[in-house]
């Protein structure tokens, strides 16, 4: 069974930083494309940043130049470098995994999710 779990949420001041990592088991993030998600109170679920087989990465426009996803050096880990934290990336964030080489838009094709680790970003 696929499993991904989360690390590295916290409480941050606006402009701080935070790197968020997800450990899987059962899956090989280098062979798919993965993904961080994120969901605010009251809010939809919206994808942050994926990153394909290739390397190609997409970003959504709230994060671009600030936010960087990439597969770790360790085995079977997916990172999230957050920099110029802002109130409104205070959200649950959640890796996200396909069994596919290039990435889907929006959340379809995504079947393992992991359980989230909470960004609070305070001004």
């Known amino acids: 069974q696929v499993r991904l779990v989360e690390s590295g949420g916290g409480s941050v001041q606006a402009g701080g930083s935070l790197r968020l990592s997800c450990a899987a088991s059962?899956?090989?993030?280098?062979?798919?494309?993965v993904a961080w998600f994120r969901q605010a109170p009251g809010k939809e679920r919206e994808g942050v940043a994926r990153?394909?087989?290739?390397?190609?990465?997409t970003y959504a426009d709230s994060v671009k130049g600030r936010f960087v996803i990439s597969r770790g050096n360790a085995k079977n880990t997916l990172i999230l470098q957050m920099d110029s934290l802002k109130p409104g990336d205070t959200a649950m964030y959640y890796c996200?995994?396909?069994?596919?080489?290039?990435?889907?838009?929006?959340?379809?094709?995504?079947?393992?999710w992991g359980e989230g680790t909470q960004v609070t970003v305070t001004s």
């Open positions: 996200a995994a396909t069994l596919f080489d290039s990435c889907p838009t929006g959340n379809r094709g995504f079947g393992y």
């Open positions: 059962r899956y090989t993030f280098s062979t798919n494309c």
């Open positions: 990153i394909a087989v290739d390397g190609t990465t």
